[in-house]
């Protein structure tokens, strides 16, 4: 589509639709990777040093997921670069880095009133929309999807330029040059990307960039556990001898430490604290009431945190959650509340009659628990803001930043530092708008570090929910039709109100209460070639603010549905392999990846054994649509030992399509199983008068190496559009562990996390 000045204007008088028009008409960016001395920009997405360095622009969190790799690695292998020449620097914000297909997926939450418009596959809004608000959120495995051409063209474009500077040098035409290992090659000839940065950068990129015919791809070897990558992970050595900078690890001059104290959950005022028993404390600078929660600032944290603790602040909330009040109106919700249908297959579920099977299932909160606690670095100098955070939204964060200080966003500067852990925790910038604060009201600059306690009092944890199934089946025992009725809060409507109204947790959650959530139970609708399905939400308002969890709405409904199988399964006395095999359909993707994991498992049947052997549980999940979406197939091996039930295996075959780092593949499916181990073992907290009642790590029951199980991992080798590895082992690996508990014991586990209904 092109458009004009008057096409927008004359649009607009017509039909009214001046914000489509505005969010249409095209505009250039800023912002975007400023050289150095010695450097020469390609574009947005890389420049190229007198040395040979390639550095190349990361829009993303770097939170263990390792897109500080897979970046780089597609540019290396587009330009043709050596991989010891790579570099990478966080991308500053501008539209040149949005996250396209991530807006639209958000339609519904930026653009409530028409999402469909943003939505469609071939629409611009999303794409101005994220453009203009430089939307760049490292959220749901989208990094590919959005990334990968834009730095294969930029690549490209940047390769074009170099031959083009050679070719010129040798009088050749430039189409006979190649770029490889980091040089120009003509024949014998060859100049470095260093000698050409210069003579390359003046010339006018190619209108159309000649792309490799290769994409950036990995192929697995069947079996192999271990070997080499050709692209280790840039972040390794740092992360080794220690020298990686994390948003604690910033250091400023003449900087203090603050430590917060937060009142109950949700809308808590401080009242009093009695500042005579600080006085006279030479290592306190300030005391900051934040009207809802009380800072001190010392020259050191831990002076902070023990000036708290005599100051005794007290908080008075009207109406303190707690485990009980919500678990009884989800109960509550889920039998009689007014469901929200989300998606609808054939004729839905009649419910006319009794369903041949039903079951109920629960989720408790879970809490993130990263290793770093909220951290970040303020400082206000000459009406400037400099913020030190890590953050999954940038954008958001720096507005929000600029805000608390009173300082305008063009005065604002945010630098992305990495996570250590956010499992999307990070999603939410509260501490950026408190450091912001004491900034400002300190006028030096400060590093605030929540203890762990306050990271878990002011988690937005995973949504407690109840899900009731029912199931009728037809003559050969097979589902013929489905009803999935969850009752839980609304998890992605909340964010949305957050990230993009700016509300308050306590706005957000009561502008959401009645909202259906279809962005989070997306997955809900089975990928079994189930005839007749209906999927309802039942939104709940309860007291406790919610927000997505690695994993999200796919660890919840993998939960509920390979539960129900494995149920119906055993019931009927059918093999549940041969099962589900039996009605997928035309999904032939995960018919291989169900039988792979059946062969490296040597899986036994899932037969339930008598009470003290081992059984084996299957479960398996699709993230995306049939066409281009991730498969994962689990066998979980459980038995009784010393100290009771322990998982001792999980087997796993995986298609994700194209393989773009086979390593960092399996890292993100390794530790997607051990996390959503911890989901099933613990990982969760009960809430009293406002409060967590788990307040240290300790507390949670997370696996710890001696729980960890053997790791088996066969990726099937494929072509297909890549698929995100990092929720597929968290969605798996509950259910799996929950079909293999019963196999062990004969006791069906309903509720997450499992361990809490006892063995």
């Keep these: 589509m092109r458009l004009t000045r008057r096409g927008l204007l004359v649009g607009a008088a017509a039909g009214g639709g001046l914000l489509v028009a505005w969010y249409l008409y095209p505009r250039n960016f800023s912002g975007t990777l400023s050289p150095g001395k010695g450097e020469q920009p390609f574009g947005a997405w890389l420049k190229i040093a007198d040395d040979g360095v390639v550095t ?56 409530p009133f028409q999402p469909d418009l943003a939505q469609a596959q071939d629409a611009l809004l999303a794409g101005r929309f994220a453009e203009r608000s430089r939307f760049a959120a490292t959220f749901g495995g989208t990094s590919l999807a959005a990334y990968e051409m834009p730095c294969r063209e930029a690549a490209a474009s940047a390769r074009w330029m170099l031959s083009q500077a050679a070719s010129e040098r040798w009088d050749v035409a430039a189409q006979e040059c190649e770029a490889r290992a980091g040089f120009i090659v003509h024949g014998e000839k060859r100049l470095s990307f260093g000698e050409l940065a210069d003579e390359a950068a003046a010339y006018d990129p190619p209108g159309t960039p000649p792309l490799q015919s290769e994409w950036a791809a990995e192929i697995p070897i069947p079996g192999l556990t271990d070997g080499e990558s050709s692209f280790p992970r840039l972040d390794l050595p740092a992360k080794v001898d220690g020298s990686l900078q994390f948003a604690g690890d910033v250091r400023l001059p003449d900087m203090v430490y603050a430590a917060i104290r937060h009142g109950h959950i949700d809308r808590a005022e401080l009242t009093r604290f009695n500042a005579q028993r600080v006085a006279g404390n030479t290592r306190l600078v300030a005391l900051v009431d934040g009207e ?26 009207t109406a303190p959650v707690s485990t ?29 009659g009794a369903p041949d099977f039903n079951a ?12 770093e606690t909220a951290s970040c670095t303020a400082r206000i100098t000459g009406g400037r803001l400099e913020v030190w955070l890590a953050t999954q939204a940038p954008e958001a964060a720096r507005q929000a930043a600029a805000d608390a200080a009173g300082v305008s966003l063009a005065d604002t500067v945010l630098y992305p530092m990495q996570a250590g852990g956010s499992f999307d925790a990070r999603m939410d910038h509260h501490h950026a708008i408190e450091a912001a604060k004491i900034a ?122 390979e539960s129900l199988i494995d149920e119906i399964a055993a019931q009927f006395r059918r093999e549940p392999l041969s099962y589900r095999i039996a009605m997928l359909g035309g999904d032939r993707r995960m018919v291989g990846v169900l039988q792979a994991a059946a062969r490296l498992a040597q899986w036994d049947g899932g037969s339930a054994n008598s009470p003290g052997s ?29 100290g009771g039930v322990r998982v001792t295996k999980l087997s796993c075959a995986v298609d994700i399509g194209r393989i773009v780092n086979l390593d960092i593949a399996r890292q993100q499916i390794e530790g997607g199983l051990v996390f959503g181990m911890a989901m099933a073992m613990g990982a969760s907290t009960d809430y009293a008068d406002g409060l967590p009642t788990n307040g240290r790590l300790a507390d949670l029951n997370l696996p710890t190496l001696a729980d960890c199980p053997q790791i088996e991992i066969d990726f ?39 361990f809490s209904e006892g063995l």
């Design 56 to 111: 190349v622009a990361v829009p993303q969190l770097e939170m263990g997921q390792g897109i500080t790799t897979i970046i780089p690695q597609i540019v290396a292998t587009e330009l043709g670069a050596d991989w010891r020449q790579m570099a990478v620097e966080p991308a500053p914000p501008s539209g040149a880095y949005a996250n396209v297909p991530l807006a639209a997926e958000w339609a519904p939450l930026w653009m």
């Design 292 to 317: 809802r929660w009380l800072a001190a600032v010392a020259t050191d944290w831990w002076s902070a945190q023990q000036a708290l603790d005599r100051l005794a602040p007290v908080f008075r909330s």
């Design 324 to 352: 009980d009040d919500f678990e009884r109106a989800l109960d509550e919700a889920a039998r009689d509340g007014e469901a929200q249908p989300i998606a609808i297959r054939g004729a839905g579920y009649n419910d006319d």
């Design 360 to 371: 109920r299932y629960e989720v408790a909160p879970a809490l993130h628990a990263p290793i």
């Design 440 to 561: 400002r009201e300190t006028g030096r600059p400060v590093q605030l570090v929540y203890s762990r306690w306050q990271e878990h009092l002011r988690s937005l944890p995973r949504p407690p929910a109840v899900a009731l199934m029912n199931a009728s089946l037809n003559a050969e025992g097979a589902i013929a039709a489905l009803s999935a009725r969850i009752a839980m809060p609304a998890t992605m409507p909340q964010l949305g109100e957050r990230l993009f109204g700016g509300k308050t947790r306590w706005a957000a959650r009561r502008a959401a209460a009645d909202r259906a959530d279809p962005l989070y139970l997306r997955s809900a609708m089975p990928h079994y070639g189930i005839p007749d399905v209906s999927v309802e939400h039942v939104p709940v308002d309860i007291a406790l603010p919610v927000g997505p969890l690695r994993g999200n709405g796919h660890a919840l409904v993998a939960f509920f549905t």
């Design 614 to 642: 081992s059984g084996q549980g299957l479960a398996c999940h699709r993230i995306g649509d049939s066409a281009a979406g991730g498969r994962i197939a689990c066998v979980a091996t459980a038995g009784r030992g010393e």
């Design 716 to 754: 099937i080798a494929s072509q297909e559009a890549p698929a995100d590895p990092g929720e597929l082992g968290v969605a798996v690996a509950a259910p799996a562990i929950a079909n293999a508990l019963f196999s062990a014991t004969g006791l069906r586990l309903r509720r997450l996390p499992l």
